[in-house]
T-cell receptor
Framework: QKEVEQNSGPLSVPEGAIASLNCTYS??????FFWYRQYSGKSPELIMF????GDKEDGRFTAQLNKASQYVSLLIRDSQPSDSATYLC???????????FGKGTHLIIQP | NAGVTQTPKFQVLKTGQSMTLQCAQD?????MYWYRQDPGMGLRLIYY???????DKGEVPNGYNVSRLNKREFSLRLESAAPSQTSVYFC????????????FGQGTRLTVV
């Protein structure tokens, strides 16, 4: 059984600070890693994806991957109240069943 | 470009009733999925269709059936609804089943009383 673990939170971060979200996964053969943002009552939307070890930056968001440690993280710089949401980590092992999701971390940005 | 469209958005069923949730995508994606999302449980895969003409069970398939009607449409059927099936259901699609990002429909909030 493939597992993806996230701290459920809530994670409270002051506006303008860096929010750090973490995720670990059990399947060492996992190949692709995704971060989704989900506002309350809405569907998940893709923020970032990363395939290779290291960092990937897109605007205020940076995804970090360490396959040896089976660890993925998402950094949000200059956090805004609009970043308050649940962040879902998702992992793909390349199988036909697609993505395995973590339970999500609830992030609160305090004005 | 609508993306992934689910109907209905809300539904209340009585125990034992049946219903079909509809999902259609216009992105020419090959793979489609049905998830349920419950508080504290995250997104759990019910059924998936890696390509047109194929369907397979996911993590929580009991009480559900699916049909991949064509490349665009993937429906989920509850034959005899139970209160344990009260949940938010999401349909998603990907270009292929391998390593590609999923696009989600807006969800169906189902209550079984």
């Amino acid at each position: 059984q493939k597992e993806v673990e996230q701290n459920s939170g809530p994670l409270s971060v002051p506006e303008g600070a860096i929010a750090s979200l973490n995720c670990t996964y059990s399947d060492r053969g996992s190949q692709s890693f995704f971060w989704y943002r989900q506002y309350s009552g809405k569907s998940p939307e893709l923020i970032m994806f990363i395939y290779s070890n290291g960092d990937k930056e897109d605007g205020r968001f940076t995804a970090q991957l360490n396959k040896a440690s089976q660890y993925v993280s998402l950094l949000i710089r200059d956090s805004q109240p609009s970043d308050s949401a649940t962040y879902l980590c998702a992992v793909s092992g390349g199988g036909a069943d697609g993505l395995t999701f973590g339970k999500g971390t609830h992030l609160i940005i305090q004005p | 470009n609508a993306g992934v469209t689910q109907t209905p958005k809300f539904q209340v069923l009585k125990t034992g009733q049946s219903m079909t949730l509809q999902c259609a995508q216009d992105m020419n994606h090959n793979s489609m999925y049905w998830y349920r999302q419950d508080p504290g449980m995250g997104l759990r895969l019910i059924y998936y269709s890696a390509s047109e003409g194929t369907t397979d069970k996911g993590e929580v398939p009991n009480g559900y059936n699916v049909s991949r009607l064509n490349k665009r449409e993937f429906s989920l059927r509850l034959e005899s609804a139970a209160p344990s099936q009260t949940s938010v259901y999401f349909c998603a699609s990907t270009w292929t089943a391998m390593n590609t990002e999923a696009f989600f429909g807006q969800g169906t909030r189902l209550t079984v009383v």
